[in-house]
């Protein structure tokens, strides 16, 4: 079988490594990779090429990064089939329809849950108890085609968008494997998307990631988790944007809360430090209070600092009674 594989960032490119190794031990053939143009780098340095290209350039595959896709760009490869995951672009009808088993996608949830650009960060902001990997054959609608392959996993209280995304991956290939393995052999049993208990999962936005302080402590620590390693949430301490880069589960509040009450008597202005110590940054919020163990102040070389990096160091800056807005 000839494959087309179109994908841009690492959770793709982890797919593409794993289809590589498969191909290699098949008679499958990856013919070439699409990805995005590569992103003009920072201060006139030079264009920073996707992890997916990377891996391709790496296995001297024939890498296509047209602005716009069209069915012209990928003609020629007579492919069988094209694989998608993450790629960043929506395809045209005559895309979907040009190879002879079509498209098919890796999408990070369990359709028709989290339709969208950002489905593993938006499932632990919402606070979801599980997600999963589906494969679906393409259709000219947005994540609604047929589901080819399922399987769920747990979201954790401790669970970020990188873990959760790495996970996601590694089932993502098992997934991706068995659906072509079952392509070779006519044997695919497509199970039709219902538009019942749709969710889109909206790109994130950069100013999403300014903390509201006046949330529960389970909505903020959920979306410090969801927003890790990218964008990252913030909150601004005087003159000081301080990142946020890990939260102990709200739960674990409840040993370093005064008086061991866990936060719920927690009277404090809402982002107001109640504590510091060597387990974290502890923080009222509109209800309970979190406890921050890992975050960054663009100081020096802004390194990122543990409660006890922060008595030891910074207790200058952040101590009891200081309030992030």
Known sequence: ???????????AATH?????????????????????????????????PSEVKKIAQAAGIRCEQPPKLRFTDIEGYQADLLIVVAYGQILRADLLNGPRFGCINVHGSLLPRWRGAA???RAIEAGDSQTGINVIQMDKGLDTGDILYSKAIAIEATTTAKSLSDDLARLG???????????????????????????YAHKIEKEEAKIDWSKTNHEISAKIRA????????????????????????????????????GTNIT???????????????????????????????IG????????????????IIYPGVVFS
């Open 1 to 11: 079988m000839k494959i087309l594989f179109a994908g841009t960032p690492e959770f």
């Open 16 to 48: 593409l490594k794993g289809l590589l190794a498969f191909t290699q031990a098949t008679d499958n053939e990856i013919v070439a990779v699409i990805t995005q143009p590569d992103k003009p780098g920072k201060r006139g340095k030079q264009p920073i």
């Open 119 to 121: 489905p593993i960060q």
């Open 173 to 199: 290939i098992e997934g991706l494997l068995a659906v072509i393995s079952q392509i070779e052999q006519n044997m695919l049993q497509p199970i039709k998307q219902t538009d019942l208990d749709a969710v």
């Open 227 to 262: 927003f890790y390693p990218d964008p990252i949430c913030f909150s601004q301490l005087g003159q000081h944007r301080v990142k946020f880069h890990s939260v102990n589960p709200p739960e674990q509040a409840l040993d370093q809360a005064p008086n061991n009450d866990g």
């Open 268 to 298: 404090s202005t809402p982002g107001t430090v109640i504590e510091v110590t060597k387990k974290g940054v502890l923080i009222a919020c509109g209800s309970g209070c979190i406890s921050i163990n890992k975050l960054q102040i663009p």
């Open 301 to 316: 070389k802004g390194s990122i600092l543990s409660g006890a990096d922060i008595l030891n160091a910074r207790s200058d």
